[in-house]
C-alpha cells in the first residue's frame, strides 16, 4: 500500500457505493484508534486519525476520509469550533463523494452544510489547522464539478 507519509497507509482504491468494492470492516480500525478519549480539542489534529482524513481527502479517497474522521468528530466538545470544522471536512468528503456518485442535488445540499458549519465557526481563519479558506474552496470545486468543470 502506498504512504501519505508520517506512517499514514493510503487505500488500495476508492470506496464509491455502487461502483467499488468496500474495504474490510477493520481496515481503519488501527488509524480510528489513534484517538485517544477524552483528547482535547487542540490535541485532535495531531492524531493520525484526522492526519490520514486530510490526506484521504486530498487524495481523492472521500468515504475512507469519511470514515476516519468520524473517530476525532466523536471526541470533539459540542458545539465547540473543532466539532463544526470536523463536521465540515466530513460533509465536504461527502458532497464530492455525491459528486462520484452521480448525486448532483444531495451534493449542493451537502455544500450548503459544509457553508453552515463555516459559518458557526465565526471569525477564526484556522481551526485543527485547517484553513477555513480550504474549505471554502473545496465547497467550490464540488460546484464547478457539478457544472462539468
Same mark, same amino acid.
Given at each position: 500500500?502506498?504512504?501519505?507519509?508520517?506512517?499514514?497507509?493510503?487505500?488500495? !482504491?476508492? !470506496?464509491?457505493?455502487?461502483?467499488?468494492?468496500?474495504?474490510?470492516?477493520?481496515?481503519? =480500525?488501527?488509524?480510528?484508534? %489513534? *484517538?485517544?478519549? &477524552? $483528547?482535547?480539542?487542540?490535541?485532535?489534529?495531531?492524531?493520525?486519525?484526522?492526519?490520514?482524513?486530510? /490526506? !484521504?481527502? =486530498? /487524495?481523492?479517497?472521500?468515504?475512507?476520509?469519511?470514515? *476516519?474522521?468520524?473517530? #476525532?468528530?466523536?471526541?470533539?466538545?459540542?458545539? %465547540?469550533?473543532? @466539532?463544526?470544522? *470536523?463536521?465540515?471536512?466530513?460533509?465536504?468528503?461527502? $458532497?464530492?463523494?455525491? #459528486?462520484?456518485? +452521480?448525486?448532483?442535488?444531495?451534493?449542493? @445540499?451537502?455544500? =450548503?452544510?459544509?457553508?453552515?458549519? #463555516?459559518?458557526?465557526? &465565526?471569525?477564526?481563519?484556522?481551526?485543527?489547522?485547517?484553513?477555513? +479558506?480550504?474549505?471554502?474552496?473545496?465547497?467550490?470545486?464540488? @460546484?464547478?464539478?457539478?457544472?462539468?468543470?
Amino acid at each position: 500500500m502506498p504512504d501519505a507519509g508520517g506512517g499514514i497507509a493510503m487505500p488500495p !482504491y476508492a !470506496y464509491v457505493p455502487g461502483q467499488t468494492a468496500r474495504h474490510p470492516e477493520d481496515w481503519f =480500525d488501527g488509524i480510528k484508534a %489513534s *484517538v485517544p478519549a &477524552g $483528547a482535547a480539542p487542540c490535541d485532535l489534529a495531531e492524531t493520525q486519525a484526522f492526519r490520514a482524513g486530510l /490526506a !484521504y481527502l =486530498d /487524495a481523492g479517497f472521500y468515504w475512507e476520509c469519511h470514515e *476516519v474522521l468520524e473517530a #476525532v468528530w466523536m471526541q470533539t466538545p459540542q458545539g %465547540s469550533p473543532e @466539532r463544526e470544522m *470536523v463536521q465540515a471536512l466530513i460533509q465536504l468528503t461527502n $458532497a464530492h463523494l455525491k #459528486v462520484l456518485m +452521480a448525486r448532483p442535488r444531495a451534493a449542493l @445540499r451537502l455544500c =450548503d452544510m459544509v457553508e453552515a458549519h #463555516v459559518q458557526r465557526i &465565526g471569525t477564526a481563519e484556522v481551526i485543527l489547522g485547517v484553513d477555513i +479558506a480550504t474549505v471554502r474552496a473545496g465547497i467550490a470545486k464540488v @460546484r464547478l464539478n457539478l457544472r462539468g468543470g
